[in-house]
């Protein structure tokens, strides 16, 4: 295998007359300030990984939950908790797309474990419990038409002090008419989102290959 150097670092080793030695300090993890906090916490008997990372991201921890559960793993004796204490180690917090998806469904349409999976979210703390009402408030509007309800929706996202059910206020109230229409017209315009996405798959396909010609024969074609 060739390596390759530049010019400027060929003259600095001339210059020094003798092999620059590289120095690096030693590894520091953004978990290693917390650790003396989360072995406080452990050895008083807090075993639940959840919360533990949660503790921690409230004194400003930027780390992930698999960061704190991987290095209390390592440190642990054989990996494991204290056989005393009989506990499993806290399951990893389902991901936010998966969460979101729950959240939009229907209630009646969830298994045991996915209505067990939003339960334990909503107890976890209360701005989940909060949110999962707002978005299932928001979903029945949207599925039974019944955009009268819009304004004290907005009213109840609003006292809700959730940041992100703030910024989407701030787009509901850019276009209210159009969103109020949605919520309670019975028209669609999904035929019409349908025919361009199929136009633009079309051109797409013929990118560098076909002119416009071609191009107006298979739209039409296709419609």
């Known amino acids: 295998?060739?390596?390759?150097?530049?010019?400027?670092?060929?003259?600095?080793?001339?210059?020094?007359?003798?092999?620059?030695?590289?120095?690096?300090?030693?590894?520091?993890?953004?978990?290693?300030?917390?650790?003396?906090?989360?072995?406080?916490?452990?050895?008083?008997?807090?075993?639940?990984?959840?919360?533990?990372?949660?503790?921690l991201v409230a004194q400003g921890y930027k780390g992930s939950y698999a960061s704190v559960r991987d290095h209390l793993v390592r440190r642990l004796p054989r990996g494991k908790k204290n056989a005393c204490k009989g506990a499993k180690l806290s399951p990893a917090p389902p991901p936010v797309r998966h969460v979101m998806f729950l959240f939009l469904r229907r209630p009646e349409d969830l298994n045991e474990e996915e209505r067990g999976t939003i339960l334990q979210l909503c107890q976890s703390h209360p701005e989940l419990d909060l949110a999962y009402t707002l978005v299932q408030e928001f979903a029945k509007m949207l599925r039974t038409r019944t955009g009268e309800d819009l304004?004290?929706?907005?009213?109840?996202?609003?006292?809700?002090?959730?940041?992100?059910?703030?910024?989407?206020?701030?787009?509901?109230?850019?276009?209210?008419?159009?969103?109020?229409?949605?919520?309670?017209?019975?028209?669609?315009?999904?035929?019409?989102?349908?025919?361009?996405?199929?136009?633009?798959?079309?051109?797409?396909?013929?990118?560098?290959?076909?002119?416009?010609?071609?191009?107006?024969?298979?739209?039409?074609?296709?419609l």
Not at 4 to 13: A, F, G, R
Not at 22 to 48: A, K, M
């Open 1 to 55: 295998m060739q390596h390759y150097l530049s010019s400027s670092t060929v003259s600095n080793w001339l210059a020094a007359g003798v092999y620059p030695e590289t120095t690096r300090g030693p590894y520091v993890s953004r978990i290693d300030p917390y650790l003396p906090y989360l072995f406080q916490r452990w050895e008083s008997g807090c075993h639940n990984m959840v919360h533990l990372h949660q503790d």
């Open 151 to 222: 304004d004290a929706w907005l009213a109840k996202a609003v006292a809700s002090q959730i940041p992100e059910f703030q910024s989407f206020v701030l787009g509901v109230e850019r276009d209210k008419a159009a969103v109020q229409a949605g919520l309670t017209r019975p028209e669609s315009n999904g035929i019409v989102e349908g025919h361009v996405n199929k136009l633009k798959l079309i051109k797409r396909m013929g990118y560098g290959r076909a002119g416009f010609p071609l191009l107006c024969q298979r739209v039409l074609h296709a």
